[in-house]
């Protein structure tokens, strides 16, 4: 077993750790009060490859694996889980999903462009009525003649605002529940289709979350993405890597979290002597520091099996998504509670790392419905 990292990984690590501390790390409370899209910092995220991380050169990718993009999400999310998020959703759900059940001539259209970062991608799938049980989804697409039409409304779309295409679900076969559902392309612009709502969020306040509206939006039938009744199975199968993101993400503000309570436990002074010192404040550390440790494997070892192509990975993914995500819950929890009042206060990093976390465990599939995967798993069962 190898747990080491290559020299070109590492490399890959210190650029974005790099550029997260001079670039973004100034600006994450005035982003955060504001709720600000960081748009200025996209292109230099393109510059880097990390919005094609996981796609082929042919593609405007960066031809790297999910190794190296747990590292980019895993460093930028160390700093401002926001960002993380933004690049997270970008690859892993919208790019990834044209990626794997596009055409060539889809691939070509929108997927060099999103990997080349010259346009943002959302990906829609939760509705209003439809989160947890996604197949329960309202929306529709009926075909007429060489377009589809589509109607509904989707919520908690990831870069709604800002996207320049679109993956939405929508029911094309009513009598076929989930197996009924298709994956349709909606570019900008498109007339019927517009950014609704834009979400005031706990966390994560400068990536943005907003509803997607489709009024009579039509699209041409070309833009069916992957097979029809397929959209729905193919979004399951894309969601197995996009926990491996999640988890990363969540890896990356419990580090984010532990770096910050020892670097406060080291200077704070109590009693004569720095509150690193007292033993109750060192096993909190530690505690801390081996949760870390222990998602850190996970983490990698689910993007480890996404690289070998012929692995499934599903129960991994999951596990690593359930237990990052839950483990940055309590990492914050204590880096506010070593920070002690100061932890309330914006002037520290304590509390934004505290909101920011709980998405973890609620976004890309609940914590208990990473459970229900893994059980499915254990037991084989549908």
């Known amino acids: 077993m190898e ?19 001079g670039e973004i790390a100034p600006h994450v409370m005035e982003w955060d009060e504001a709720s600000h899209f960081p748009a200025e910092i996209l292109p230099k995220l393109a510059e880097m490859g990390l919005l094609g991380v996981i796609f082929p050169e042919q593609y405007g990718g960066a031809g790297l694996g999910y190794i190296e993009y747990a590292l980019a999400i895993e460093e930028l999310s160390r700093v401002d889980g926001s960002v993380g998020l933004t690049v997270a959703a970008h690859n892993s759900l919208c790019s990834n999903h044209i990626y794997k059940f596009g055409s060539e001539a889809q691939k070509k259209k929108y997927l060099a462009p999103l990997a080349q970062g010259k346009m943002v991608g959302a990906w829609s799938l ?43 679900m929508a029911v094309t076969d009513k009598s076929k529940d989930s197996h009924g559902i298709s994956a349709f392309l909606v570019e900008k612009g498109t007339p019927g289709f517009k950014p609704g709502k834009k979400e ?22 070309e833009n069916l993405l992957g097979e029809e009744g397929k959209g729905f199975i193919n979004s399951l199968q894309i969601l197995d890597g996009g926990r491996i993101s999640i988890a990363a993400l969540a890896l990356g503000m419990a580090q984010g979290a532990l770096d ?41 070892q689910a993007a480890w099996l996404a690289d070998q192509k012929s692995a499934r990975f599903t129960a991994e993914s999951s596990m690593a998504k359930l237990f990052a995500s ?56 549908k």
């Open 3 to 21: 747990f080491t990292f290559s020299d070109e990984q590492q490399q890959l690590r210190r650029s974005v750790r790099e550029f997260a501390e």
């Open 126 to 168: 939760t509705e209003p009525e439809a989160g947890s049980d996604a197949g329960g989804t309202r929306t529709t697409a009926v075909r007429q003649g060489s377009e589809w039409v589509l109607n509904g409304a989707k919520t908690f779309t990831t870069n709604g605002h800002y996207a320049g295409v679109c993956v939405a």
């Open 200 to 221: 005031n969020k706990l966390g994560m306040r400068a990536s943005d979350t907003s509803e997607v509206i489709f009024s009579d939006c039509r699209v041409p039938a």
């Open 260 to 300: 910050a309570a020892l670097k406060y436990a080291q200077q704070r002074k109590q009693f004569g002597k720095a509150i690193s010192e007292f033993q109750a404040i060192q096993f909190k550390l530690a505690d801390m520091a081996t949760q870390v440790e222990a998602a850190r494997l996970l983490v990698y």
């Open 326 to 381: 839950e483990v940055a819950v309590r990492v914050a929890n204590e880096c506010v509670q070593i920070h002690g009042g100061y932890g309330f206060i914006k002037d520290y990093p304590a509390e934004k790392f505290y909101r920011d976390v709980k998405l973890c465990t609620i976004g890309e599939g609940t914590s208990e419905i990473q459970k229900l995967v893994i059980a499915r798993g254990l037991l084989k069962t």
